[in-house]
């Protein structure tokens, strides 16, 4: 197998991963919904490994690129919104962390918008693992009570599930708040930046269809091109 042939693989395969979640995320309230919250918990265990392997993946082999960066920005942010949502009508505290995840969302395509890049960040890898743990923690006790024991423990958590959510979503909450003002920091900059492009359509030409194409799944483009904004990437 010759090595433009390989590439072409292991974009696909790296891609199909980042995929996964972005389907998963689609389906995840009819798995909630026709098989409960353990299921769930499963699932979603699933969907997150797939953020750390298509991530991996993609710096071993060296064939990042702004589809993948794009995709993988949509399916994270999708599949934090929907498991917020299904918490949300269990404990309408989630609702909470819900909300400052899509005033995030916002604040990056505001940023891009301006020229700026949101790059990851530690605070934003700690929210993360923070989110993820907090959603799994959560969907896992919802569903003890399918299971009988006769532990201490277990009684006391389902006992008090509802107290333990409410915490969940609060520390989470406090995760989200911190992101979204490190956030807005960086959009501020963007915006004040005398170099900024600000995406205008009745001003920019659109680069052809096939360029944006090529140049979204190029390697080497993005390699060159990743600290500029994603959405500049479709004007000339």
Excluded: W
């Excluded at 020229?115 to 919802?142: E, H, R, Y």
């Excluded at 911190?178 to 205008?200: G, H, Q, V, W």
């Amino acid at each position: 197998m010759n090595k433009k042939v390989l590439k072409i693989f292991e974009l696909i395969l790296v891609n199909a991963i980042t995929m996964t979640r972005l389907i998963g995320a689609f389906i995840l309230p009819f798995i909630y919904h026709y098989y409960g919250a353990s299921i769930v918990s499963i699932f979603i265990i699933c969907l997150f490994l797939t953020d750390t392997i298509d991530g991996f993946l993609a710096r071993k082999l060296k064939i990042s690129t702004f589809f993948g960066s794009l995709i993988d920005g949509v399916s994270d942010k999708l599949l934090n919104f929907i498991s917020f949502l299904i918490l949300g009508f269990i404990n309408v505290f989630m609702f909470a962390p819900l909300i400052i995840e899509i005033s995030i969302f916002y604040t990056m395509y505001s940023t891009y918008r301006y020229g700026g890049n949101i790059q990851s960040s530690k605070i934003g890898k700690t929210k993360t693992i923070i989110l993820d743990i907090g959603v799994i923690l959560s969907f896992m006790l919802i569903s003890l009570p399918l299971f009988e024991s006769k532990s201490r423990v277990i009684d006391f958590l389902i006992i008090n599930t509802d107290i333990i959510i409410t915490f969940i979503a609060f520390i989470i909450l406090i995760s989200c708040l911190i992101t979204l003002f490190d956030y807005m920091k960086k959009n501020y900059k963007a915006r004040e930046n005398p170099k900024s492009f600000k995406i205008k359509n009745e001003n920019k030409k659109q680069k052809p269809v096939k360029l944006i194409i090529k140049q979204l799944f190029d390697t080497d483009y993005y390699s060159k091109h990743k600290n500029e904004s994603i959405l500049k990437q479709f004007y000339i």
